[in-house]
């Protein structure tokens, strides 16, 4: 017999077997498929249009812009809330606030001792010093943390995705002082958008949305015995700090610019003019077991 209803069809996708496979894998699965039969009968999605979208989807994994989409359809804000959410419901104390990795870090960024300069000479737009320390819940400095930070140039692109920057141009990782103290260098990054004339901006032309993203910078902190921190600080005034594309930023992020500040003391991270400085600590919860301190981003986490 070859002749199904589409319940019988969806019964037959979700039940054959000839092997046990992976259980969740199979319940995943099996979930996505029925609610997509549902969603093409309920749709009425014509053939057009589902070819038109598998192409998009083809498309879309041959330009590397899946992060992209993840962000800007609200996925990568649901993981945090959802952990967020079991913090709260295991009575886990809370740290510095969380906030999406993105899909545009990359391992392996220059280490620097307590200090660190991000960006390089000649220097552009206003020139940035942040600064603060690693604590855990109970306020005690983490000396030896590792602060992972990166941030657009310019022009809003990424270092690695961007064939015009040098290697690691705007990373650096600061393992943080006795103190736990951290800080670097850099200038004011500027917010972005996503690119033009791609599988992503198509969407997001259909859809009727922006692709903006507000002035922000990344960051991965990790410590022994730490839960991994990954988070973003945001940069006050941008037009799209409470219209972020990506669902992004967070009260507690958006952090404070002192304009003015006098270059003594900074005079070792060639700071010898007024410059903006930045004051933020970040708060690690403790780790329950080590997975959790393992500082690796997220696509690293998944495949190790
Ligand atoms: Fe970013």
């Known amino acids: 017999m ?7 069809l969806l019964d037959l996708v979700n039940s054959s077997q000839v092997n046990p ?7 995943i699965t099996q979930r996505i498929v029925s609610d997509l039969f549902r969603a093409i009968d309920d749709l009425d999605i014509k053939p057009d249009e589902f070819w038109a979208g598998v192409d998009w989807l083809a498309r879309l994994g041959a330009s590397g812009q899946l992060g992209l989409i993840t962000a800007g359809l609200g996925f990568d804000r649901l993981i945090d809330i959802r952990e967020e959410e079991a ?3 295991a009575g886990r104390a809370a740290g510095t606030p969380r906030a999406i990795e993105g899909p545009l870090y990359i391992a392996g ?10 960006d390089e000479d000649p220097a552009q737009g206003t020139v940035l010093v942040m600064e603060g320390q690693v604590r855990d819940v109970d306020g ?4 030896g943390a590792l602060v992972d930070v990166w941030h657009a140039n310019e022009l809003g692109r990424y270092s690695h995705f961007d064939p015009d920057q040098e290697d690691y141009h705007l990373r650096r990782k600061i393992r943080t002082d006795a103190q736990g103290r951290y800080r670097f260098r850099s200038f004011i990054p500027p917010g972005y958008a996503i690119p033009p004339n791609s599988p992503t901006s198509e969407l997001f032309e259909a859809l009727g949305r922006h692709g903006n993203r507000p002035a922000h910078i990344h960051f991965l902190v990790a410590a022994e015995g730490l839960r991994t921190l990954t988070t973003q600080v945001n940069i006050p005034g941008d037009t799209f700090l409470d219209d972020d594309f ?4 967070r009260d ?4 404070e610019l002192q304009p003015d500040t006098p270059p003594a003391g900074y005079e070792s991270l060639g700071v010898d003019a007024p410059f903006t400085r930045v004051c933020f600590d970040f708060v690690l919860q403790p780790a329950l077991d080590a997975d959790e301190a393992r500082p690796q981003a997220r696509m690293d986490r998944a495949t190790a």
């Not at 005690?140 to 000396?143: G, T």
């Open 246 to 249: 990506a669902f992004a930023t």
């Open 252 to 255: 507690g992020l958006v952090v």
């Open 109 to 118: 960024a220059p280490l620097s001792d307590g200090q660190a300069r991000l």
């Open 2 to 8: 070859a002749e199904y209803t589409q319940q019988q």
């Open 21 to 27: 496979g992976d259980e969740r894998v199979r319940q």
């Open 140 to 143: 005690k400095p983490v000396a």
């Open 87 to 89: 913090d709260v419901a």
